[in-house]
């Protein structure tokens, strides 16, 4: 607001003292006298008798009746001697005409959370749909030679072209010319359809650009059609991208595919220095956790084919799996490995079990630790019918340990091995379709108490607070039960409440509301992990109040208890008690 808004406020702007119990907004009213922002001591926010929320100063309430016009939805009682500054609501509704003000007010929680994200990426901005950034396709009528395709191709300044054939799209490129004709001395009047590489590969045009760059090193093609509703949008192409980017993650990633691993225990600092340019560019935590999920797999795939190399071709299909966090494309810096290996055959688990040992001394030496809880694939090496007993037998017994590893698989993502993934997909349905079992795996999500104490302001151990155990893993878990009853093969968390919305599982404001929350706390632990790791200290899930501004501790205060209504949400749904949570303060 600026010094001319202020003005304007005054005799608008009112102090007002409330006694311990005294009720200051009420159902019973027609609508809020104006807009409250807390002042000294507390309010508490009740409905049908109960606390649902206690606000402290600097927090506002009774704008959701003013902008509705209508009687306000909870009663706000003082909670001990309370101040509040009382905004008239002419002067609020004179303030709803300035932009930022109206959305400040009018924003849902999700809404705010997005407030207090990165403004605009740096260039080149990998972040935003390939289809912005491409190319004009350029199509070569059918039956046209190789000489017209390649005047085409002068006349366009172009290095590929687009035909369409009765199977599909065909794609014939510079290098096509060069490599198939020239080299091959055909003549001019060859068919260019003759040379080109048919079906196209291709992505749809919404595709994050990131994504598309790292497929077109995946792949080995320099051209990518673009798609939307089947039809070819643009073409993308690497020339405007791959050189600047060689010494970031397209660069290392290119590396890694083509079988060079350099010093394996560089590898940690290399991705550490990756992430830490993306955050300060302004790309938001999915967009890096993805780029790391490509570099890890890209890593993996290059140990097991080294390990092939050693061991001989693989008996039979198989598939490497990457678990938890790892598996979801939730993982920022390298924690503890979370790995298995599925086979078709038996008889092979020989094999497998040497495969399994080769990859993960690997992993080790690029800096991921072994697995605490020994969930990795040495342990967890089974062909598919020992697959099968193991989930049907979490399945039957959701409880204890069993619950425990269901929970770590239930995240699983093929990276590796060519095997289909079909069979293990379907457990993950089999799952979402066992009541008793999606009541375990609520009990557990309930387990995840967000860090709440007296008058539900956060409690600071210490001056710090956990963004992980009731923070990050409680929405995880939250999701995981929600996406597995939608019937959804999603992974990750915001795909999976997303999901769940989509099916009418969770009212769609709540499913925003959870996925800008886990953002919100990634984004906060991802940043705090990199200044812990700047200097010279290990990164941990805690964050200290004092590094947080005002407005962090209000907005993760907001979060927890966001938190905390969608467990009691999850808990009638499923008919299960809420845990108890003791009062930190006075013990009870």
């Known amino acids: 607001m600026s010094e001319a808004d202020w003005a304007g406020l005054e005799g608008a702007l009112h102090l007002l003292h409330f006694e311990p119990g005294a009720v200051i907004l009420s159902p019973a009213q027609p609508e809020a006298e104006g807009l409250y922002v807390v002042f000294g001591g507390a309010v508490r926010l009740e409905q049908d008798g109960q606390a649902v929320a206690w606000l402290e100063p600097g927090e506002a309430f009774g704008y959701p009746s003013l902008l509705g016009q209508q009687p306000p939805r909870l009663t706000v009682r003082a909670e001990g001697e309370a101040a509040c500054l009382l905004l008239a609501k002419e002067a609020f509704r004179r303030l709803l005409e300035k932009p930022s003000f109206a959305l400040f007010f009018s924003a849902r929680l999700a809404e705010r959370l997005r407030l207090l994200q990165p403004a605009a990426l740096s260039l080149p901005d990998l972040g935003q749909p390939a289809g912005e950034v491409a190319e004009a396709a350029v199509w070569l009528e059918e039956g046209a030679s190789v000489a017209q395709a390649a005047r085409r191709m002068r006349e366009r300044g172009v290095s590929a072209l687009l035909l369409k054939t009765p199977e599909g799209l065909a794609i014939l490129t510079d290098r096509d010319l060069r490599n198939r004709v020239l080299a091959e001395e055909l003549p001019p009047s060859t068919p260019a359809l003759q040379v080109a590489s048919a079906p196209a590969k291709t992505l749809p045009a919404v595709s994050p650009l990131y994504e598309a760059l790292a497929y077109l090193e995946q792949q080995g093609i320099h051209h990518l059609p673009l798609t939307e509703g089947g039809q070819v949008v643009g073409l993308l192409t690497d020339r405007l991208f791959l050189r600047r980017w060689l010494q970031t993650?397209?660069?290392?990633?290119?590396?890694?595919?083509?079988?060079?691993?350099?010093?394996?225990?560089?590898?940690?600092?290399?991705?550490?220095?990756?992430?830490?340019?993306?955050?300060?560019?302004?790309?938001?935590?999915?967009?890096?956790?993805?780029?790391?999920?490509?570099?890890?797999?890209?890593?993996?795939?290059?140990?097991?084919?080294?390990?092939?190399?050693?061991?001989?071709?693989?008996?039979?299909?198989?598939a490497w799996l990457a678990l938890g966090s790892e598996g979801r494309t939730e993982q920022a810096l390298l924690t503890d490995q979370d790995n298995a290996l599925a086979f078709q055959e038996p008889a092979a688990k020989p094999y497998f079990q040497a495969l399994a040992q080769a990859v993960l001394e690997g992993l080790l030496e690029a800096g991921f630790p072994p697995c605490p809880g020994g969930f990795m694939a040495d342990r967890w090496c089974y062909a598919l019918p020992e697959w099968a007993t193991r989930f049907q037998q979490w399945l039957e017994n959701p409880e204890g340990e069993g619950l425990l590893e269901a929970q770590v698989f239930l995240d699983f993502r093929s990276i590796a091995g060519g095997l289909s993934p079909e069979p293990l997909h379907g457990y993950l349905r089999q799952a979402g379709k066992s009541r008793a079992f999606l009541t375990a795996l609520a009990r557990s999500a309930l387990a995840f108490a967000p860090p709440l104490g007296f008058l539900g302001r956060i409690h600071w151990e210490g001056g710090q607070v956990n963004l992980k155990k009731g923070g990050l893993a409680a929405i995880v878990a939250l999701a995981r039960v929600y996406g597995l009853e939608a019937g959804s093969l999603a992974r990750p968390t915001p795909e999976r409440l997303r999901a769940a919305a989509e099916a009418r599982l969770l009212p769609r404001e709540e499913a925003e509301d959870l996925s800008e929350a886990f953002l919100f706390l990634a984004h906060l632990r991802l940043k705090h992990q990199l200044e812990a790791l700047s200097r010279g200290q290990p990164p941990t899930n805690r964050v200290a109040q004092s590094s947080l501004s005002p407005r962090e501790q209000q907005m993760l205060r907001q979060v927890f208890w966001r938190i905390r209504q969608a467990q009691q949400a999850l808990a009638e749904r499923f008919r299960l008690p809420m845990p108890q949570v003791r009062s930190r303060r006075f013990g009870l």
């Open 249 to 318: 993650p397209l660069g290392l990633l290119r590396r890694l595919e083509q079988g060079d691993l350099g010093p394996l225990q560089d590898y940690r600092e290399r991705l550490q220095a990756i992430v830490r340019q993306m955050l300060a560019a302004g790309f938001a935590v999915p967009a890096i956790t993805r780029q790391v999920s490509l570099l890890n797999d890209a890593l993996t795939r290059s140990l097991l084919r080294r390990a092939e190399a050693r061991l001989g071709p693989p008996p039979c299909p198989y």
